[in-house]
């Protein structure tokens, strides 16, 4: 046994584990999966709430984590531990990519889908919909294998870590691509609100960051190389010349290139990059998920009430993510507006600023982010698939050994 991590990444959520494991081997997991009551594991503890913590505490960090390009040359297997790091690297020394990235690459893949985390763009979906099978060591210490097509399938991918322990995941690859950034400032309320389609839908991926101050703020554009005119001004908003931070007034050097300069796709698709902190490190994230329809009426809710949560933003931004078919992912069958929040580190000044935010987007069918800060309630009845992921949880985990006080909360039938 060794002492296990007492904090989140951000230290912001404190856990409460008694022992941790380091396993070595997929045998050596599944016999301390046969063997615990209660365990978790953890990826690379980047959530913001309790979804990860537990008695014992399973790290797989000394497991292999061999990424394989599979026979097909269309997907990639790799040990669910990985980061999205780790795996451009092995990838872009094979000239290969996957579809999209999270705003940092520092994150565990088994974490991530594990949320339903996700990048921006109208046509991309989440990081899970790159999932094409998954390997997992069930309650009962067995491995269990699921591929897309399996009736099971759906289900398992964003997982909550509530399944089983994934040993690996196989993702769908595309040949590699390039990005260039642009940052466009000074957008106004009234220029988002008239054209949203048209600024979320202006190319691969775009994210429009902001304070919910006078000005809504900056369009951040990720291009796919192409013959493309990086006009001076994007409706009303100028771009930029120098380098920008999403974090206004911190040191640009930790962001991906911009200046519309092309480069890999794991190099522009996050914002942060591999080398260096991510985003600011003190502080908290909440988002929210919200049926693109109700986009402009979501984002004219919360400015009615923004007095209410203003002071407490770092940054903020509007990312849009396309529709799938997997069960517990806020974009089940449904494109989304997800509205993110990068709060300081202030837990009790934050909990009541959502609970506000959460009453101003009740009207929206506004669903939280799985790893980010939430009021703690029963919301698994708000998935219209939850019925048969409870079933599958029981059949996968009938003792609730990867459960916690948290998810029993959360997926509660109330
Ligand atoms: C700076 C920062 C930036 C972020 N940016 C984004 C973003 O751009 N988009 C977005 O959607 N989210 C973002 N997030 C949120 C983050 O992606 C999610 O919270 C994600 O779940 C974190 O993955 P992790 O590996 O850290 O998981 P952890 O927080 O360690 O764990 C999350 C869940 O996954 C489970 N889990 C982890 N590994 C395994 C495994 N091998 N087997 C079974 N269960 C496992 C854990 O038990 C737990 O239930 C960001 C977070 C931070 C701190």
Known sequence: MKTPPSTNWAASFRYGFRDCVYPTS?????ETVARSKNLKVLGSRHSFNAIADGDLA?????????????A????????????YGELASFLNERKLAIHN??????????????????????GNGNLATAVSAIEFVAGDGTLVRLKRGDPDFPGAVVHLGALGVITRVTLDVLPEFEVAQGVYEGLSWPALLENFDAIMGACYSVSVFTQWREQAGAIWLKRKAGAYNWAEDMFGAMRSTVKRHPIIGLDPQNSTDQLQQYGRWSD??????????????EEIQSEFHVPRRFAAAAIEALLGIRERFVPLIQASEFR?????????????QRDTLSIHFTWVREQAAVDEAVSHIEEALSAFEALPHWGKVFSLRPIGRLY????????????????????N???ETVLSER
Not at 58 to 70: G, W
Request: hydrophobic share 40%.
């Open 26 to 30: 997929v045998d050596a997991l599944c």
């Open 58 to 70: 399973v790290i797989l960090s000394d497991m292999p984590v061999d990424p394989v390009v599979e």
């Open 72 to 83: 097909d040359g269309a997907s990639v297997s790799v040990g669910g531990h990985a980061t």
């Open 101 to 122: 990235l999270a705003s940092l690459p520092h994150i565990s893949i088994a974490g991530a889908i594990a949320t339903a985390t996700h990048g921006s763009g109208d």
């Open 268 to 281: 522009r698709l996050p914002h942060f990059k591999m080398g260096f902190t991510p985003s600011n490190g």
């Open 320 to 332: 849009t993510v396309a529709a799938d078919d997997l069960w517990l992912s806020p974009q089940y």
């Open 384 to 403: 219209p698939k939850f019925a048969d992921f409870s079933a599958l949880r029981d059949r996968l985990d009938p003792q609730r050994k990867f459960s």
């Open 405 to 407: 006080q948290w998810l």
